[in-house]
């Protein structure tokens, strides 16, 4: 089992920057892949990035690839999401999400594919 708690949320104007950071609990960690969602006011929640429990591979949607950079390390048992030249389209609600697989370079891109979410931090960006 593995706990998940976001930080690192804010209010930032358009054009800032801010990183995110989900501290997982646990001892395996390292077996665990990541991932960021984000849920905006009336929609669903969404894929943001991915990575995997080496962090040989990693993913990010449309959106934001680019802007967003997702990294970890295994001995802090922390992964992190800068996120840079943020928009207003980026407000919502940010989770942590974790999944054990034993492929190192396995991640997922889909809400069901993750047993483990953090209780969520919120990013605003002003226009």
């Known amino acids: 089992q593995v706990q998940l708690v976001e ?9 800032g920057s801010l990183r995110l950071s989900c501290a997982a609990s646990g ?5 665990y892949a990541m991932g960021w969602f984000r849920q905006a006011p009336g929609k669903e929640r969404e894929f943001v990035a ?7 591979r990693n993913d990010y949607s449309d959106s ?20 840079n030249t943020l928009k207003p389209e980026d407000t919502a609600v940010y989770y942590c999400t974790a999944q054990r697989r034993y492929s190192s370079t396995w ?3 889909r809400r069901d594919e993750y047993d483990h979410w953090g209780q969520g931090t919120q990013v605003t960006v002003s226009s």
């Open 7 to 15: 930080s690192g949320g804010g209010l930032v104007q358009a054009g």
């Open 64 to 83: 934001v690839k680019g802007r967003f950079t997702i990294s970890r390390d295994n001995a802090k048992n922390t992964v992190y999401l800068q996120m």
């Open 107 to 109: 991640y997922g891109t």
């Open 50 to 56: 991915a990575i995997s429990w080496s962090g040989s």
């Open 27 to 31: 001892r395996t960690f390292s077996m």
